[in-house]
């Protein structure tokens, strides 16, 4: 219902203004690379998903700064799993399993130990990067209609 949804908290800083926007280009970027300009699938109960029904789900959650932007840790996953079951640890460890192999998903399980602080000019340049794969990314997809 209309009184029960929160607001949506709008970035204050110049720091949290770049980590929003950073999110916001990262994600998309996930959701392309695993979806293109149709369908993907979820990485944690293999339902199809379009890109624009779709999350960028997180299997390391998004306070550990050391894997929020790490690609391995993001990929394209329903709504459903995301949001409502918590992002389906079990199943999106599987699928991760199955996809990047279970010694790369220890090491990602070990990488949220580590202490990571991203300077305003990391932010800056992980924007840029970001940005440019999702061009190269929306680029390739054109020549393949």
């Known amino acids: ?4 949804r929160q607001k949506q908290k709008t970035p204050t800083t110049p720091r949290s203004r770049k980590i929003a926007r950073l999110d916001r280009i990262f994600s998309q970027y996930i959701r392309r690379r695993d979806c293109g300009f149709a369908y993907g699938y979820c990485i944690s109960c ?9 999350d960028a789900g997180h299997y390391i959650n998004r306070r550990h700064m050391a894997t929020r932007y790490d690609e391995m840790n993001v990929n394209a996953q329903c709504i459903q799993c995301n949001r409502f079951t918590e992002g389906n640890i ?16 220890e090491m990602l399980e070990l990488k949220r130990f580590n202490s990571c602080q991203l300077t305003d000019s990391e932010l800056d340049m992980l924007i840029a990067l970001y940005k ?6 929306e680029k390739n997809q054109i020549f393949l209609k």
């Open 132 to 137: 440019k794969k999702l061009e190269t990314l």
């Open 46 to 54: 293999g339902r199809v998903i379009h890109f624009h029904k779709c």
């Open 1 to 4: 219902m209309w009184w029960n």
């Open 90 to 105: 079990q199943g999106y460890r599987r699928g991760l399993i199955e996809k990047v192999g279970e010694k790369n998903v």
